[in-house]
């Protein structure tokens, strides 16, 4: 086009013939109706919790958060999601990597093993390690003091009280089950489009295995990764189905966070509950941001 | 002292991609390896690199100067790779990326901080690339990854240098500068090199010698002007560039085509059969008077545009249509217009005795 010609067209008009020529009605009933969507479910209610939170005054939500009980259900949760979330790092690393590097017998029912979690109601998770780990279950025989199956771990086990159902490794183990996809999810299709040739490339310089994946396959993949972890520890923290199972909710001992706020809810503690909750609604705001700026970082890094 | 392979078969499924291939590279030699797609030169180079290992390891050998590397791994075979996307290390800067093959080298072996420096900044300056040692590489132009891919695989001083078609995916102005600047460089550093292309001018052009890849196998090996003029078969013959077709017969060791009797080399003491004789564009003679045997055909087309002037001839015998290039001069001389009749001598005319399949 030459430049005389450019100057016909005002800026306007572009802008008109480059959108699909809807009427400007249209577009703006469209957004329009995006918004009011979003702000009746979404935004109102988020204003909603922290009005309520701080309904009876900020010192009535930091003694709430002081609450032993409250205390002891925030580092059970931060527990959980310290030791799932590292976890289903290493997990998800290692899975992202072979399939995404080799190929090999079996690749799809690994695929379909990992998304699992994702298919399966978080209440039936609950109750499968319910019926493997507690008494009745699989684990139970073992420790069935009158017929045990192997009496020396039978032995081990009641002698250090060690339960898993109804006590924080239920708790771990059932945190573990729902996170899993997130961090393997979110890296093989990464670890997929970037093919195995800056790995070969390394190889054949003499970096050894161990080598290749420090310095070049761990950085390729480094916001990927952490974008993964955002979304597991956020999930591991709100897990509330799995979880709800496999406690027993004690209250002091075995609550997180999420089932604390039902416990607070159900004692007409309306307040107490918002408070606790604005809590997990932060940590919401919290990953949004988080998530905003690694997906920036991950298009201008991958953007070649 | 040379990079050999001898008997390398590798199959992928049901596919073979290498078919007992047996190549000798002497040292220095820059070396191309030249066919169409899903001939096996990628594969070739790529076992040479042990990025890929052969079906046989029995009888397969890949030796660097008489070292037996067939079951070394890439990462200890000390080979220098440039892949054909160039593989860049998207996360580290140019002089990083160059620098990588040194830092990696267990401490024993790894050359103080100040002399990778000091060779990280000779090859930038061989590639001519000084002021981009902090860029990354989506910051540079493809031109400019290709030689800092070159750099790297250099920088760990490899026993032999593979290229895969390392002009590829640039554009045709920046392939012709970059791989003068190839022959250059080996003219320069001397460094055993083998190189993967399906671009024949390509090869012909850069490369000491050319190997022909058909289907897992190597055609032929010789220098550009071996394999031009002396293709070993009609493959060869046609992958080097355009050719025409002629049936005729052979009769007293000459080549008749539309009555008229052309010198063949090739039908020397062969018996009288029908055949078909192989001619290049440029190698027929159009005019209005005949000089000599030459058949006629008529004019269907021509076209002037470019450096050379291109006609299309119908033979009034058979009917065969053929292609002919001639000079800028020659076309306005003869000014030829479609429909016009015309007398064709055939020069250098080749014939592959019963095969003939292209």
Redesign the interface.
């Known amino acids: 086009m030459t430049p005389a010609a450019t100057t016909f067209h005002t800026p306007h008009l572009v802008v008109h013939r480059r959108t699909t020529g809807e009427p400007p009605l249209v577009r703006h009933a469209l957004i329009g109706v995006a918004l009011v969507f979003l702000s009746l479910f979404l935004f109102l209610p988020l204003v909603f919790v922290f009005t309520q939170a701080f309904a009876k005054g900020i010192g009535y939500y930091f003694e709430t958060l002081r609450d032993p009980n409250a205390w002891s259900a925030i580092k059970l949760t931060l527990l959980a999601a310290g030791i799932s979330v590292p976890l289903n790092c290493v997990f998800g690393v290692c899975a992202a990597w072979a399939i995404a590097k080799f190929d090999f017998p079996g690749k799809n029912v690994l695929l379909t093993l990992i998304d699992l979690p994702f298919s399966v109601s978080p209440v039936i998770a609950g109750l499968i390690y319910v019926l493997v780990f507690g008494a009745q279950g699989w684990l139970g025989l073992y420790m069935n003091a009158d017929n045990p199956h192997l009496p020396w771990l039978a032995n081990w086990l009641n002698d250090h009280n060690f339960k898993i159902i109804f006590a924080v490794p239920g708790i771990v183990l059932a945190t573990v089950f729902v996170t899993v996809p997130f961090v393997a999810r979110e890296l093989i299709p990464l670890m997929q489009a970037q093919g195995r ?2 790995e ?9 295995g161990w ?1 290749t994946f420090w ?2 396959t761990l ?2 993949i ?1 916001w990927g990764l952490i974008y993964g972890v955002i979304l597991c520890n956020a999930r591991a923290m709100g897990e509330f189905g799995a979880v709800s199972v496999v406690s027993g909710k004690i209250r002091g001992q075995t609550n997180t966070i999420p089932l604390h706020i039902e416990a607070l809810y159900d004692d007409y503690n309306f307040t107490g509950a918002f408070a606790v909750a604005s809590l997990l609604a932060f940590l919401a705001l919290i990953t949004l941001g988080l998530k905003t700026w690694v997906e920036y970082k991950n298009a201008v ?4 | 002292m040379s990079v050999e392979v001898k008997n390398i078969t590798k199959k992928f499924g049901s596919f073979t991609a290498l078919d007992n291939v047996s190549l000798k590279v002497e040292s220095g030699e820059l070396v191309a390896l030249l066919g169409p797609s899903g001939s096996g030169k990628t594969t070739l180079l790529r076992t040479i690199a042990g990025l890929e290992f052969p079906d046989n390891p029995g009888e397969a050998q890949v030796l660097f100067y008489g070292e037996d590397v067939t079951q070394i791994p890439a990462s200890e075979r000390k080979a220098g790779f440039a892949f054909q996307h160039y593989a860049l290390f998207r996360h580290m800067s140019v002089f990083e990326n160059i620098a990588f093959g040194l830092r990696v080298r267990p401490r024993s072996t790894r050359p103080p901080e100040a002399d990778i420096r000091a060779r990280v900044d000779k090859l930038l300056k061989l590639i001519q690339l000084e002021p981009m040692a902090k860029r990354f590489p989506s910051q540079l132009s493809g031109g400019q990854r290709q030689r800092v891919a070159l750099a790297r695989a250099l920088a760990v001083e490899p026993k032999v240098l593979l290229l895969d078609e390392p002009f590829g995916a640039l554009d045709a102005k920046v392939r012709k500068e970059l791989r003068r600047w190839l022959r250059q460089l080996h003219d320069e550093i001397h460094v055993t090199t083998l190189f993967v292309t399906h671009d024949q001018e390509e090869a012909l052009e850069v490369s000491d010698r050319v190997a022909i890849l058909r289907a897992g196998k190597i055609e032929q090996i010789g220098t550009p002007e071996e394999i031009y003029d002396k293709p070993a078969s009609p493959f060869v013959y046609d992958f080097l560039g355009n050719v025409n077709l002629f049936s005729g017969r052979v009769k007293d060791g000459a080549m008749v085509i539309g009555g008229a009797e052309f010198a063949a080399p090739d039908v020397a003491g062969e018996p009288d059969s029908e055949a078909v004789a192989f001619v290049r564009p440029h190698d027929i003679r159009v005019t209005r008077q005949p000089g000599g045997p030459a058949l006629t055909a008529q004019v269907i087309r021509s076209n002037a545009a470019g450096p050379v002037a291109n006609l299309e001839l119908k033979r009034l015998d058979s009917g065969e249509l053929f292609a002919v290039q001639l000079t800028k001069e020659l076309f306005q001389e003869l000014s030829p217009k479609p429909g016009e009749h015309v007398f064709v001598e055939l020069k250098n005319v080749r014939i592959f005795g019963d095969d003939y399949s292209i």
Not at chain 1, 200 to 208: D, I, N, P, Q, Y
Not at chain 1, 301 to 304: L, M, P, S
């Open positions: 040739s800056e070969e490339a390394a190889r054949v310089l003499g970096a050894s080598q310095r070049v950085p390729n480094k890094q991958n953007k070649d």
